[in-house]
């Protein structure tokens, strides 16, 4: 049996009551991730919670980066190049390798371009400058089970800004 005199008992009573504030203190000033909904899945979910690839950007950080076109994009997205044989007229996307051989304005891209969920074709269509974009999502990896053909490589979706009164 162990017996501590009463300098000793106030010794682990302060040490334990410094303990438990500082774990408090720490518990309420730990950083918080913030939440980002994505529309990847074709409904608005956490990007924690969704079993796909995906790198979100709002509006406000878009912004704050100074996007202003499509070839922008590559410095902000892991694993994504972006090429211009013509310019940022025809931006030419490249995701985990996965891109296009051929040139050609008539040539359909492996990697699909949407805004609004409205596929865009052809690949000169794809260089528009961003305006109102509330949000930009790019999934990488197949996508043909949500998003259908030609999205072997992956998906671009551009969300713009709904009008306000």
Excluded: W
């Excluded at 049996?1 to 000033?29: D, G, P, Q």
């Excluded at 980002?36 to 980066?65: E, M």
């Excluded at 040139?103 to 699909?112: D, E, F, L, T, V």
């Excluded at 969920?117 to 000169?124: C, D, M, S």
């Amino acid at each position: 049996m162990l017996f501590y005199s009463s300098a000793m008992r106030r010794l682990f009573a302060r040490s334990s009551l410094a303990i438990a504030v500082s774990a408090a203190c720490a518990a309420n000033a730990a950083p918080v991730l913030e939440e980002v909904l994505v529309t990847a899945q074709k409904r608005a979910q956490s990007a924690q919670d969704i079993p796909v690839a995906v790198t979100g950007l709002g509006g406000d950080q878009l912004d704050k980066l100074g996007f202003e076109n499509a070839t922008d994009v590559s410095a902000q997205v892991p694993n994504m190049q972006v090429s211009g044989p013509y310019g940022d007229v025809q931006p030419i996307f490249s995701i985990r390798g996965v891109s296009m051989s051929d040139y050609s304005s008539n040539q359909a891209s492996p990697i699909g371009v949407y805004v609004d969920e409205a596929y865009l074709g052809p690949v000169y269509s794809h260089g528009a400058n961003f305006f109102d974009v509330e949000r930009l999502e790019v999934l990488r990896g197949p996508q043909g089970t949500l998003y259908g053909k030609n999205t072997t490589g992956g998906a671009i979706n551009i969300i713009t800004r709904t009008p306000r009164l």
